[in-house]
Nanobody, 115 residues
Framework: QVQLVESGGGLVQPGGSLRLSCASSRNIFDFNAMGWYRQAPGKQRELVATINVGGVTDYADSVKGRFTISRDNAKNTVTLQMNTLKPDDTAIYYC?????????WGQGSQVTVSS
C-alpha cells in the first residue's frame, strides 16, 4: 500500500506562486510515473503535469510555461511549482503514482487563487 501525502496548498492572489509537494511512503523509482491532477467544483478531474521514471515531463496546455514538475529521488518527493497563478487554477490538487496499471492517490490539497 502506497501512501502519498500532499502539502503546500493555500490561498494566493492572482499572479502569485505556490509550491505543492507530494511525499511517498515508497521509493519513487518503483513508480512508472507520478503526476498532479486537479478538480475544480463541478468539473471533472484533469491532468496537470506528469513525470516518468526517466524524468520526462508532460503538461496540460493550460499550465505550460507556468508550472514545473520535478522529483527529488533522495526524499521520495514530487513537487509542483506553480507560478503566475490565475483564478482558473483554483481546485483541489491531487498527487498520483502509477505502477503498471495500478494507481495510488493522495488526499488532495486545496489551492485557491483569489484577490
Amino acid at each position: 500500500q502506497v501512501q502519498l501525502v500532499e502539502s503546500g496548498g493555500g490561498l494566493v492572489q492572482p499572479g502569485g506562486s505556490l509550491r505543492l509537494s507530494c511525499a511517498s511512503s515508497r521509493n519513487i523509482f518503483d513508480f512508472n510515473a507520478m503526476g498532479w491532477y486537479r478538480q475544480a467544483p463541478g468539473k471533472q478531474r484533469e491532468l496537470v503535469a506528469t513525470i516518468n521514471v526517466g524524468g520526462v515531463t508532460d503538461y496540460a496546455d493550460s499550465v505550460k510555461g507556468r508550472f514545473t514538475i520535478s522529483r527529488d529521488n533522495a526524499k521520495n518527493t514530487v513537487t509542483l511549482q506553480m507560478n503566475t497563478l490565475k483564478p482558473d487554477d483554483t481546485a483541489i490538487y491531487y498527487c498520483k503514482a502509477r505502477i503498471l496499471k495500478y494507481n495510488s492517490w493522495g488526499q488532495g490539497s486545496q489551492v485557491t487563487v483569489s484577490s
